[in-house]
């Protein structure tokens, strides 16, 4: 590519990648996306890779994040790289069963690598100003993109010199009842966890009577679609949840005023407030009744194989990989559930075999997927770990409700941001940052720092 001034970040750049690493492919070839912003770079500054995981790539990654700031303080170039299946980075010309064996944690990586290596030897391959060859490679994300990361600095330690990991989600949890569970103590906080638990109870009354009547008046009642009462209760699950992954700041805490503000009036019934949470969640987000079968409907897509369905995808990956289905708490735990009891194992393993066919074993080996990639974490040097106290993911993430489950390694740290919810440390700074959000962003800059002033 030739030297000039940068180009937007928002232009499209490709990198040939094989269908797989690891020659079970015959050699087959694809073609993956990536922007670049190289607005601050001055020769001999870091590189600072990303990737949006399971969401297609956008400018917003290297234009509008904490990562931005950091390069723009140490005059380095930012690249996010999208995920293999997902956007506009299609192995295989559908999404089918088949077509998604190479989908593995191992080519993932490996389409990282690839391409940090090229970026390493022969940079003007891949960017469109001048850069120094061998610069050294930081590569951050949160959540899954957080794993990805932490895997990347432990598989590929010669490529990426550090990570920035928030809230990755590194331990599976085949019953991930714990994702309701952190909902719980977000509710508990702003006040409103033993009424909406009460709500959900009331609910289930309904859900279980197998009473059609008082099915439909309950789905028209919260304004969502006919569906089954399992689906239903998986929407109005996603739909409580929704602002649960929303940064706090010093402005406030959507959970508090869009969920908790409806169950203040001791003179409305619980069910009543449930009902005019889930409504008004349905308005702000503008979703349609189609949109909302598309949330909801389980059997949905079951025989569509088209590009593009980020579910089918992310259902694959839970399939295959490592399970976290978010269920409410079994009835042996004796907790407390902010969730319905029709959302369960069945209700999402159900569907792995009949999508992506028998090879799919059910349930999935989440013990062999600890083993295997928790286990490669461990004694991993400059790994920077985050996580929230309020992330509902806690518990799949190193900063787990009931402590640290890896020790930090030379070089590494990990942080738990008191108020914080999920990987809010990655966003653009902002005057109403929570300040253990800014402390826990500077005590990264700091470690990149140090990193980075390694010979």
């Given at each position: 590519?030739?030297a000039g ?29 990536y ?33 931005t700031m950091?390069?723009?303080r ?18 295989m010309?559908?999404l ?10 191992e ?38 993109s957080?794993?990805i990361?932490?895997w ?25 009842y714990h ?24 609910v289930?009354?309904i ?14 009642k ?9 689906d ?7 739909l409580?949840?929704t ?21 203040g ?35 949905l ?9 980020v ?5 694959y ?12 708490p ?58 929230g106290?309020?992330d509902i993911w ?7 409700s ?6 930090p390694?030379?070089?590494?740290s990990i942080?738990?941001i ?21 402390r ?15 010979k």
């Open positions: 590519m030739c001034a940068p180009p937007a970040s928002s232009t499209q750049y490709w990198i040939t990648q094989p269908v797989d690493h690891f020659g079970g492919a015959g050699g087959a070839t694809w073609q993956q996306q922007l670049v912003n190289a607005t601050f770079y001055r020769p001999g500054g870091p590189i600072y890779v990303s990737t949006p995981g399971e969401s297609p790539v956008s400018a917003r990654y290297i234009d509008n994040s904490h990562f950091l390069a723009q140490t005059s380095g170039l930012l690249v996010t790289l999208e995920h293999r299946y997902f956007g506009a980075s299609n192995p010309p559908d089918s069963g088949a077509s998604l064996r190479f989908l593995t944690i080519n993932v990586l490996a389409d990282f690598a690839a391409f940090i290596r090229v970026a390493k030897r022969t940079p003007s391959r891949v960017f469109p100003i001048p850069v120094v060859a061998n610069a050294r490679v930081i590569f951050g994300g949160g959540s899954y957080g794993s990361a932490a990347m600095r432990a598989r590929y330690p010669d490529l990426v010199l550090g990570s920035w990991a928030s809230s990755a989600i590194v331990y599976g949890r085949l019953e991930n994702f309701d569970q952190s909902f719980g103590r977000h509710l508990a906080q702003v006040g409103c966890a033993q009424q909406v638990s009460q709500a959900v109870s009331d289930d009354t859900l279980l009577s197998n009473n059609s009547t008082q099915l439909a008046s309950m789905q028209a919260f304004g969502i679609p006919a569906l089954s009462a399992s239903s209760a998986g929407l109005l699950a996603a409580i949840t602002y649960s992954m929303t940064p706090v700041t010093t402005a406030g805490d959507y959970v508090e005023s869009r969920v908790c503000s409806f169950f009036n001791a003179s409305i019934m619980a069910t009543d407030a449930y009902a005019a949470a889930v409504r008004s969640t349905i308005q702000q987000a503008g979703l349609t009744q189609q949109a909302l079968v598309q949330i909801g409907d389980s059997s897509g079951i025989d569509n194989y088209e590009l593009g369905q579910n089918r995808v992310w259902y990956m839970s399939c295959a990989w490592f399970g976290n289905w978010q269920i409410a079994p009835r042996r735990t004796r907790l407390k559930s902010y969730r319905s009891q029709l959302v369960n194992m069945a209700y999402f393993q159900t569907n792995c075999q009949k999508k992506f066919g028998s090879r799919i074993p059910v349930p999935v080996d989440v013990e062999a997927y600890n083993r295997k990639w928790f286990n490669s974490l461990r004694g991993v040097s400059n790994v920077f770990y985050t996580g106290a309020l806690r518990d799949t993430t190193i900063t787990t009931y402590g640290s489950i890896l020790p390694a030379r070089g590494s942080v738990l008191e108020g914080a919810t999920h990987a809010q440390d990655l966003g653009a700074d902002s005057p109403s940052d929570l300040a253990s959000v800014r826990a962003r500077s005590l990264g800059d700091a470690l990149v720092g140090w990193w980075l002033a390694q």
